[in-house]
């Protein structure tokens, strides 16, 4: 388990900022207590200082999974947000949207939500834009890309895809013996 390099950083920095924008200093500094992110096997997790000092005296071959994934490098260096950290982005997430419960299911099985599906989007949501996809309770889903902007949205016919699908909760269940 290593810090991340400056281009390393660059790049799981700029992935979030698609999502949170300016709120990646409240993840780094919390009321309680330091976060850091580590590289760990290709994989960035996000731990506290104080678990980064007990994870230091165990051997880095047992070592499984040191903090919560937030994702991991692919072997283009290109960074991959995971699932896991859904936690962590939705509530600082800048842009939102909604799905009705009829297209709930069809998102949590890997599928874009279509303008059929769509509930409520945040106004101003640029195109391309990340988003936190959320059921009309307000419990976060996953997270994606927009394919339209607001404006767009409200012009398109019902079975154009809104937003790409990235990542959903539907996950845990489906790549269980990857996920870590």
């Known amino acids: 388990m290593r810090p991340l390099t400056e281009a390393e950083t660059r790049a799981v920095f700029e992935k979030l900022a698609k999502y949170i924008g300016e709120n990646i200093q409240l993840l780094v500094d919390r009321p309680d207590g330091t976060y850091c992110f580590r590289l760990h096997r290709d994989r960035v997790y996000y731990l506290s200082e104080k678990l980064l000092k007990l994870a230091a005296s165990v ?60 509930g409520r989007i945040t106004e101003n949501t640029a195109q391309y834009q990340g988003v936190v996809v959320y059921s009309m309770a307000d419990v976060p889903l996953g997270f994606g890309v927009a394919a339209k902007s607001t404006q767009e949205c409200r012009k398109v016919d019902p079975l154009a895809i809104v937003v790409f699908h990235q990542a959903d909760v539907g996950e845990y269940v489906r790549n269980e013996d990857t996920l870590t």
């Not at 260096?77 to 009829?102: C, E, H, I």
């Open 59 to 118: 051997p880095r071959d047992s070592l499984v999974a040191p903090g919560t994934c937030f994702g991991k490098f692919t072997k283009s260096q290109k960074f991959r947000l995971s699932v896991t950290a859904l936690d962590f982005l939705a509530p600082y997430a800048k842009y939102k949207v909604w799905v009705k419960p009829g297209s709930e299911q069809s998102f949590l099985y890997g599928n874009h939500v279509l303008k059929s599906g769509l």
